[in-house]
């Protein structure tokens, strides 16, 4: 893992006190996110949730946390809806040609890539295809200056060594996609919902190849000085409570859950586009300490 090391300060300590904002009212919370107000059962949840938030935020570790669209679910709930990445099995390798690897160490300091707009995948576990459309559309953009929306909802619906909303793998979804049309999101629109198989608009965006990025912070890092990367990670209740900063691990398992866009990186974290809209994180975005080294 990789960690922040705090500054040595000598001669002398300071505290300094962090103040978080209080948590709106259960309904509050339910008039802005559109949910009923007089539901005692989500109210609960709720309630049990702000209790965690609160807790924390009084770690004061970096990063955080508020309520959000997600805060009227239990874990269990967020994660069956949300966190249905499946695990990659390293001799399951993709089927398409293997480009070279990228270059192993980064010359440059930081990088942080101006990838296509944040999504929402909604009460969908499709996380799996928006990491692989998001990785295309910003190769397009590298390539081309021009900006794409690609049709996640093509893999839900055609993908189907994936499950649509139950869960699929990036790897399946590149395979997939080899030699076919990738269509628009404008004519095959994001659903949210397991749908039948259509065609749509050619975006002109194809798939020739791959590259294996090498599971260290070095490969990683080397990789990101290329173009943004997408990646497994796991995702647990900070994920979904986070709301700025940088977030530590709280765990130390292997057993990745969520497929997201690595985007770049500076001193001591990674920066991730999520599929959770603009309203979660930072404006979509979040900031991680990682475990690059998971095999």
């Known amino acids: ?47 049990a949730n702000v209790a965690e938030i609160d807790d924390l935020n ?87 200056g021009a900006s794409v929306s690609l049709a996640e909802q093509q893999l839900v619906d055609c993908d189907t060594r994936s499950n649509g909303c139950s869960g699929g793998r990036p790897d399946w979804a590149i395979n997939y996609l080899a030699g076919k049309s990738i269509y628009t999101t ?4 994001y659903t949210a919902r397991d749908g039948t198989c259509k065609t749509g608009t050619a975006s002109g965006v194809q798939v020739s190849g791959y590259s294996q990025v090498p599971k260290t912070e070095s490969g990683l890092t080397g990789a990101l000085a290329s173009t943004s990367v997408t990646v497994m990670v796991y995702a647990d209740s900070t ?14 398992t292997c057993s990745l859950n969520h497929a997201v866009l690595a985007t770049g990186y500076d001193t001591g974290y990674w ?14 975005y979040i900031r991680k300490i990682g475990r690059a080294s998971c095999r």
């Open 1 to 47: 893992c990789s960690s922040l090391h705090p500054l040595a300060m000598k001669g002398f300590a300071a505290l300094i006190p962090v103040a978080f904002a209080a948590q709106p009212s259960f309904q509050e919370w339910a008039v802005q996110y559109g949910f009923n107000g007089d539901d005692s059962t989500m109210e609960e949840k709720y309630n």
């Open 58 to 144: 009084a770690a004061d570790n970096g990063a955080t946390f508020a309520v959000n669209q997600f805060s009227g679910l239990t874990f269990d709930e967020f994660a069956a809806q949300y966190l249905t990445a499946q695990p990659m099995d390293s001799s399951d390798l993709p089927m398409l040609e293997d480009l070279d690897e990228p270059q192993l160490e980064a010359e440059v300091g930081g990088v942080n890539w101006a990838v296509t707009p944040v999504k929402d995948q909604g009460s969908c576990g499709s996380c799996w295809a928006f990491g692989t459309m998001g990785a295309l559309e910003h190769g397009h953009k590298q390539k081309t």
């Open 186 to 189: 404008a004519s095959y629109p």
């Open 239 to 252: 994920f979904q409570h986070y709301s700025s900063g940088v977030l530590s691990p709280s765990t130390t």
């Open 271 to 284: 920066k991730i586009k999520n599929s959770w809209g603009t309203g979660w994180g930072e404006s979509g």
